[in-house]
């Protein structure tokens, strides 16, 4: 908590991009989508609140922003967020709202980090407080296909696949 109330109050006290490199001078998106990861790692009720918050901004920066200033991964990161959330939650309906950004994505877009949070999400789908139920078992098998298909060798360009 202290090195996310380090990092906004940074933020705020660098007049100029250019004299913070680094970090500091990634899109405000960025910070809120690792926010959101932060809050969901460190866990419990209101820390999940904080996450669900941090993404919901980091998706809504990213789709206002130029796209130069736009991360295809924070994206997905942030919805992966947002959905894992819901999920602690015990909200599967959102959860299954907040993957079909990713889920629906072209496989070549995903990268390899995208790649092990689904297959984190598919794993917790799979705890007993979901008591095998038919839209977990679902949601288990849309994120293996998807999972399986962006890491296919066949989902990248050519030239990165050397």
């Not at 038919?134 to 298909?149: H, I, K, N, P």
Request: aromatic content about 4%.
């Amino acid at each position: 908590m202290a090195a996310l109330a380090d990092a906004d109050r940074s933020r705020e006290a660098a007049s100029d991009p250019d004299e913070a490199p680094g970090l500091f001078a990634f899109p405000a998106a960025k910070q809120f989508a690792y926010a959101g990861t932060t809050h969901l790692a460190l866990g419990g009720p209101a820390h999940i609140q904080q996450a669900i918050a941090c993404a919901g901004t980091a998706i809504r920066l990213h789709r206002d922003a130029e796209n130069d200033d736009r991360s295809v991964g924070d994206l997905f990161a942030a919805h992966l967020d947002l959905a894992r959330g819901h999920l602690l939650l015990g909200d599967l309906d959102g959860t299954e709202a907040m993957l079909a950004f990713v889920l629906d994505a072209p496989p070549e877009r995903i990268s390899a980090s995208i790649v092990r949070r689904l297959i984190a999400l598919r794993r917790e789908l799979g705890g007993p407080q979901y008591g095998g139920a038919a839209q977990a078992a679902d949601l288990r098998e849309r994120l293996q296909y998807t999972a399986v298909l962006a890491a296919s060798p066949t989902a990248r360009p050519s030239e990165l696949s050397t």
